[in-house]
């Protein structure tokens, strides 16, 4: 058989990279906050609340989670081929539906609200 | 000249019709400040034993013929020099990820057969009749491609990727990068043409950039990069064909 | 027809150069990414309450959080360098007919890093 184009790499890679550079952006800023700035007590808890609550944040919240989650799957998917895990990382559908569930369960969290 | 120094090469042994087993068997040698592994093995060859194989051609860095691992690093042996390690003993065997045919000489025909599926030719938008000349290209549009068609084809970056080591499926480095030499030339217009081979699941999908391809290159040709540009093009291209369905095929 | 010899590569292929430990620790941020992804979505299902909201900053605060946290934030910031130092791989710039230098393309990729993390910062603290 001749090969022929994978026709759903170009989208998967896409978001792959999509949250490659959202993650690289604004990953260290958001650790340094919640594991930081937090416990060393410089973000009160109402206003934690409040930024949380705040109907932008959600939606810049799920935003990432949605890019975070498909640059792992992608990500940690081929990581275990390479490492010679290939039959588990060729089972496409387990990584990037997990990260299609996370993204419904931020979804529906942040419209609870 | 220098001072003749000694040292000892472990050279990687297979010889099929004698032995099931590859072995590694020491020869210990004088060599002279000048002399790259290449010439280590001519002399071994020449002086201790003629049983010994190994592939070379122009000793000058360009035919790509003399790759082989030494002490585990895929080189050219014509320019790689004895006097630049410090080891006790230099480890030399065949390229990693290909079959082994005999001692030092890999069986190349799948990297061969590779090659030619990424049409690495130039596909014009039209064929022009002989009269009417050259395709004629700026110094500007040279450029583009130019550090991608300094490939010659010595596999060492085959030898250098686990994916390919993993997955010999997978396109690999040199012909990858030998596809977007093509897609980057103005005369060309075959990008669409390759489509079928390079962006197949076993083409540039398949690499996880590690990234040592280019750095075991001795032509700089930086096929990691190539495998990128690759990928950010042809998924540009889905994504305008799925808001321009019209366009392309 | 002689017979050919295969080596095939050995699972633990990747301890055998330092390049090929590093991308697979670089690989493995992606688990961190995962990681912090879980805590961003129980926030978000925590502020419904007070009550629920309240066991979210208490867990934010004790050493097990504070401890995983500067475990996700290497690995964070190990992707962030070894992204940024790939940017100019898939982005390649030309002008006229000479590519922008490389270095130009990671500097300014730090540099937006930087004014993104303070602004971040600046944002929930300020």
């Not at chain 1, 275990?80 to 895990?85: C, K, N, Q, S, Y």
């Not at chain 3, 699972?11 to 941020?29: D, G, N, Q």
């Amino acid at each position: 058989m001749s090969p022929q184009p994978d026709k759903t790499a170009p989208l998967f890679w896409l978001l792959f990279a999509g949250g490659g550079t959202a993650s690289a952006m604004l990953l260290p800023a958001m650790v340094f906050v919640t594991g930081v700035a937090v416990p060393a007590g410089w973000v009160a808890e109402d206003d934690l609340v409040s930024l949380i609550g705040n109907p932008l944040t959600r939606l810049v919240v799920v935003g990432l989670v949605f890019l975070f989650l498909f640059h792992w799957a992608h990500r940690f998917r081929y990581a275990l081929v390479d490492l010679g895990f290939g039959r588990l990382g060729k089972q496409a559908w387990l990584f990037y539906g997990t990260a299609l569930a996370g993204t419904i369960l931020a979804g529906l969290a942040a419209l609870r609200l | 000249m220098g001072v003749p120094e000694r040292t000892v090469l472990e050279v990687y042994r297979y010889l099929p019709d004698e032995e099931s087993e590859p072995r590694f068997q020491s020869y210990e040698i004088t060599y002279r400040d000048s002399w790259v592994v290449l010439d280590a093995l001519d002399h071994i060859k020449a002086e201790i034993d003629p049983t010994l194989s190994f592939r070379w051609s122009c000793r000058m860095g360009v035919c790509g013929s003399c790759g082989m691992s030494v002490n585990g690093e895929p080189k050219l042996t014509c320019e790689t020099f004895i006097r630049d390690y410090d080891t006790e003993t230099i480890r030399v065997e065949p390229l990693s990820h290909f079959p082994v045919i005999r001692d030092l000489v890999i069986n190349m025909e799948d990297f061969m057969e590779k090659l030619s599926t990424v049409s690495p030719w130039l596909i014009p938008a039209e064929d022009k009749p002989l009269e009417a000349g050259e395709y004629l290209q700026t110094p500007a549009q040279v450029a583009r491609y130019k550090r991608f068609s300094m490939c010659i084809n010595c596999m060492l970056c085959y030898s250098a990727c686990p994916v390919y080591g993993l997955n010999s499926m997978f396109t690999g480095p040199a012909a990858l990068a030998l596809a977007e030499r093509y897609n980057l030339d103005s005369r060309d217009n075959g990008k669409k043409e390759r489509a079928n081979v390079v962006t197949a699941h076993e083409g540039i999908w398949e690499c996880t950039y590690v990234g040592e391809c280019t750095q075991v290159c001795p032509k700089d040709v930086d096929p990691a990069g190539a495998i990128q540009m690759l990928k950010l093009s042809y998924a540009l291209d889905w994504a305008k064909s799925l808001v321009l369905p019209g366009r392309g095929r | 027809m002689t017979r050919e010899l295969t080596h095939p590569l050995p699972r633990s292929w990747w301890l055998k150069r330092p390049a090929y430990f590093r991308f697979v620790i670089r690989e493995l941020t992606s688990v961190a990414v995962f990681a912090y992804t879980l805590l961003l979505i129980w926030a978000l299902w925590s502020a419904a309450d007070a009550g629920s909201f309240s066991v979210f900053y208490d867990f934010l605060r004790s050493p097990l959080s504070v401890w995983s946290h500067v475990v996700v934030l290497v690995l964070a910031l190990y992707h962030t360098g070894t992204w940024i130092a790939l940017t100019p791989k898939v982005m390649v710039l030309w002008r006229e007919d000479e590519p922008v230098d490389p270095n130009l393309i990671v500097g300014a990729t730090g540099m937006l890093f930087v004014l993104v993390s303070v602004g971040v910062v600046w944002l929930v603290l300020g």
